[in-house]
């Protein structure tokens, strides 16, 4: 009979040490309250209390705490734009009591501080001016949000501005401006390109022509040396200048006749090209030469007979007056 009782003595017990004693997680304070009236605040681990006189009044969170918070407002230029906001708050672990006691709805009371510092520093900018100093309005916000949550226990950890999403249509516009700026930007790359490309051929096709026109004056150079060697051979074998002149004019004309005849593709037609032709030019060549040479001659003897016919006399003085004879 005594064995029977002392199961249910234990199992009674087991309950009544539970009503006891409780956990505390790690990064957690609970708030014990005895008849109502705040007793203690406990740390993590095994803790104790009386039942029925204690309660545990709540638990509070004192990890880092992240809320997001979405503002619509208007910039300077009547832009209507949503600003996403992250705030990261903690608990004060010496203010614990405020944290718990002070604000009912902390996330509420930190919304509407957001909305507030937000619509007062929006509408100052423009919309490009809000992408670039948005960390301007993150310090804002968490300049205002120190001050006043940290009277009900709160630290602001981070404020950070998330995202900016300007209405659709503006959206569009400024994908457009960017558009149009990157077209313009490659449109002058494309010209300068353009433009090195028109240098560089002029450049080298002016270096082209020079070395052409030096090639060719090279050429002319060579050939008129050829002649002159060619003359003075002739002239030693007693064929004067004139009739090599001629000779050597002939040549180069059959030369060409040859070199027209090797190419099967050509439509090159060179006159006169009968055998006689040549004979004529040799003989009318030679005949303008010696013509040449005898009107020269002429006007050599002119110019001479005319230079002793109009020689003057000089006069004789008259003689001076002792030289007179009376």
Do not use: C, W
Not at 42 to 51: E, V
Not at 68 to 94: G, M, N, P
Not at 293 to 307: D, L, P, Y
């Amino acid at each position: 009979m005594g064995s029977i009782l002392i199961i249910p003595i234990l199992i009674f017990s087991f309950f009544i040490l539970l009503m006891f004693i409780f956990i505390v997680k790690q990064q957690t304070a609970a708030i014990i309250e005895r008849l109502g009236k705040f007793h203690s605040i406990r740390n993590s681990g095994l803790q104790f209390k009386i039942p029925v006189i204690d309660r545990i009044a709540g638990r509070v969170n004192l990890k880092i705490q992240q809320l997001d918070v979405l503002v619509e407002t208007k910039t300077k230029d009547d832009v209507f734009v949503k600003l996403k906001i992250s705030v990261q708050f903690q608990v004060i672990k010496d203010k614990v009591y405020d944290a718990f006691y002070k604000l009912e709805s902390p996330h509420d009371q930190i919304t509407s501080y957001v909305f507030d510092v937000v619509r007062a520093e929006v509408p100052k900018m423009k919309l490009d001016d809000v992408f670039e100093r948005k960390d301007d309005i993150a310090i804002a916000v968490k300049a205002e949000l120190n001050e006043a949550m940290s009277d009900y226990g709160y630290d602001i950890i981070k404020t950070l501005v998330t995202d900016i999403d300007p209405d659709v249509q503006v959206k569009a516009a400024m994908n457009r401006i960017n558009a149009a700026e990157r077209e313009k930007v490659a449109a002058e790359y494309e010209a300068e390109a353009e433009r090195i490309k028109i240098v560089a051929k002029a450049r080298a096709e002016a270096e082209s022509k020079r070395l052409q026109g030096q090639g060719i004056a090279d050429q002319r150079r060579e050939i008129a040396r050829g002649l002159e060697e060619s003359v003075e051979v002739l002239n030693n074998v007693g064929i004067n200048s004139q009739e090599a002149s001629a000779l050597i004019v002939v040549t180069q004309h059959y030369d060409t006749l040859q070199s027209i005849g090797e190419e099967t593709n050509t439509n090159l037609i060179l006159l006169p090209n009968s055998p006689q032709a040549g004979s004529d030019m040799l003989n009318n060549m030679i005949a303008s030469f010696v013509a040449s040479n005898q009107i020269g001659e002429e006007m050599k003897k002119q110019n001479r007979a005319s230079g002793i016919g109009t020689t003057k006399k000089k006069r004789t003085p008259p003689p001076a007056d002792d030289d007179l004879s009376y």
